[in-house]
């Protein structure tokens, strides 16, 4: 009588285990709720700007955007979501991230990305990658094959090889515009930064996922690292709060470990999501420090930034779709 008892017990036990791991994976959960906010970068941006640069800025915002909405409305997860947006913005010069990535102030490239999976906290990042197409992929390659969390420089390339990914020459990578800003940056003619991109998803299952690429900070010393591949300061998500993606003075976001933040503000002091925001945003860094964009389990989203402006969307599930680069 005990054994079938505990035999009893023990099926269903094990049923509920495999309930729960099906509807992590895949859907028995599936709410048909979803809202994804992007970023392409928060800096001095001005509102003089040719209107045929805004246009093409704000095309390709769009297009990002609906690249990630359609994946999400035909019940694909955050993850692909993450990773095909930023795909997207890596392989547009007009984004620091990929093709377009700054240089630093040795006229190379030196990119780094992450992103995370907010139902297990699982995370991979790659730093200093040189001849990477698109860093976010190999960020997601490091989560998904290896046992660390950051790879970085000839490791990260190397493990890039093992994984059948080319590694490009590094002129792939220059671009007039960005060489441009090198020597206006090393002339102390302008200074200011912006095209880092980010994307932060609540899918249909309810889970949360964000991702982070730069080629980081025009001028930066070779070696550099930001905080954008590091998960808590440029990248966080977790299923219990928020998913979050940062961008502006790397240092300070580091300094102020800005995207766990806002996730530790909403679990330990019961924080809306826009509060936890706003808090590290306006009142722990400074004045033109940067931006961030995040979402939380509810699909609430908040996009606050401190610089002039910020390059960025929002699309959900009950038929938002909206880009913005001022106020
Ligand atoms: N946060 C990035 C870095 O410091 C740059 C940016 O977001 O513009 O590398």
Not at 37 to 51: F, N, R, Y
Not at 56 to 72: P, R
Not at 302 to 320: L, W
């Amino acid at each position: 009588m005990k054994i079938s008892r505990l035999a009893f017990t023990l099926i269903v036990v094990l049923s509920c285990a495999s309930i729960t791991n099906y509807a992590q994976d895949k859907a028995t959960f599936q709410t048909k709720k979803y809202t994804i906010v992007i970023h392409g970068g928060a800096g001095t941006i001005s509102q003089s700007m040719p209107d045929s640069i805004k246009e093409a800025y704000l095309n390709s915002l769009a297009a990002a955007l609906n690249i990630g909405k359609d994946i999400l409305a035909r019940g694909g997860t955050g993850l692909d979501a993450v990773e095909k947006v930023l795909s997207y913005f890596e392989s547009d010069p007009k984004f620091n991230a990929g093709i377009g990535a700054v240089y630093t102030s040795a006229g190379t490239h030196e990119m780094d990305a992450s992103i995370m999976d907010g139902r297990d906290l699982s995370c991979g990042a790659v730093a200093g990658v040189q001849h990477i197409a698109h860093p976010i992929s190999l960020a997601r390659l490091v989560m998904e094959k290896t046992p660390h969390v950051l790879l970085a420089y000839d490791g990260a390339e190397k493990f890039a090889q093992s994984m059948g990914i080319t590694l490009e020459p590094s002129t792939y990578f220059d671009t007039p515009e960005r060489l441009e800003q090198l020597h206006e940056m090393q002339k102390k003619i302008k200074e200011g930064n912006h095209g880092t991109v980010g994307c932060a998803v609540l899918d249909e299952y309810g889970n949360l996922a964000a991702g982070t690429s730069t080629g980081g900070m025009t001028n930066k010393m070779p070696g550099r690292i930001g905080d954008s591949p590091l998960i808590g300061d440029g990248t966080y998500a977790n299923n219990k709060t928020c998913a979050v993606s940062c961008t502006g003075w790397g240092e300070k976001f580091i300094k102020n470990t800005v995207a766990f933040n806002v996730s530790a503000l909403m679990e330990y002091k019961g924080m809306t999501l826009k509060e936890a925001a706003d808090e590290m945003i306006y009142k722990r860094l400074q004045p033109d420090d940067g931006g961030l964009i995040a979402v939380d389990r509810n699909g609430n989203y908040t996009m606050p930034f401190n610089t002039s402006g910020m390059f960025r969307g929002v699309a959900t599930s009950s038929g938002e779709f909206e880009v913005k680069i001022w106020k």
